[in-house]
Each structure stands twice: as structure tokens, then as C-alpha cells.
Nanobody
Framework: QVQLVESGGGLVQAGGSLRLSCAVS????????MGWFRQAPGKEREFVAG???????SYADSVKGRFTISRDNAKSTVLLQMNSLKPEDTAVYYC?????????????????WGKGTLVTVSS
């Protein structure tokens, strides 16, 4: 059973930075495309950033230039560096593995999910 555990969330002022980490166990990490999603109160879960097995990267337009996703296959970890945070970035952030053969970064294309970590950005 694949398990994902996110960490690194917290309270930060607007303009600040946080680094989220997602540790993956129970599977072969290097074979997974990994994504970060977020869900704000009252809103649907949305794509934030994704990285393929080969290292190809995609970002949501709302975070381009501010967030950076990376992976460390040796540590079975995917990171999300978040800079220049805005109050609208406030959400629970989730990491997830993408379904084999799925090419897009949609919620229904992901298989395993972590329980999430809360990021709160104050104005």
C-alpha cells in the first residue's frame, strides 16, 4: 500500500515562503509522476504543480514564477517551494501519485493521496 505524508505547512505572512515536503513509502517512487494539489474552504480541489518520472514540470498559472516543484528519488520525496505567498494561496495542500498512463494533471487522474497539510497566508 502506497502512503504519502505531507509536512511543512503553517502560518506565514503575505510575501513569505514555505517549503512543503511529501514523503512516499510502500511503492517504487521513481516510477510515479507526482503532483501537488490544494483545496481552499468552500472550493474544489485544484492542481498546483506536477513533476513526471522524467522530471518534466507543469504549474498552474496562478503559481508560475512563485512555486517550484522538485523530486528526490533517493529520498522518495517531492518538494514544493512556495515563495511570494499570497492570502489566496491559503488552502490544504495535498500530494498525490498520478495514475499510470495518465497524461494530464486532473484530480481524477491521481491514485494515492496524502492527508494534506494546511497553509495559511495572512494579509
Amino acid at each position: 500500500q502506497v502512503q504519502l505524508v505531507e509536512s511543512g505547512g503553517g502560518l506565514v505572512q503575505a510575501g513569505g515562503s514555505l517549503r512543503l515536503s511529501c514523503a512516499v513509502s510502500g511503492g517504487t517512487f521513481s516510477t510515479y509522476a507526482m503532483g501537488w494539489f490544494r483545496q481552499a474552504p468552500g472550493k474544489e480541489r485544484e492542481f498546483v504543480a506536477g513533476i513526471s518520472r522524467s522530471g518534466s514540470i507543469s504549474y498552474a498559472d496562478s503559481v508560475k514564477g512563485r512555486f517550484t516543484i522538485s523530486r528526490d528519488n533517493a529520498k522518495s520525496t517531492v518538494l514544493l517551494q512556495m515563495n511570494s505567498l499570497k492570502p489566496e494561496d491559503t488552502a490544504v495542500y495535498y500530494c498525490a501519485t498520478r495514475r499510470r498512463g495518465w497524461l494530464s494533471w486532473s484530480v481524477d487522474g491521481m491514485t494515492y493521496w496524502g492527508k494534506g497539510t494546511l497553509v495559511t497566508v495572512s494579509s
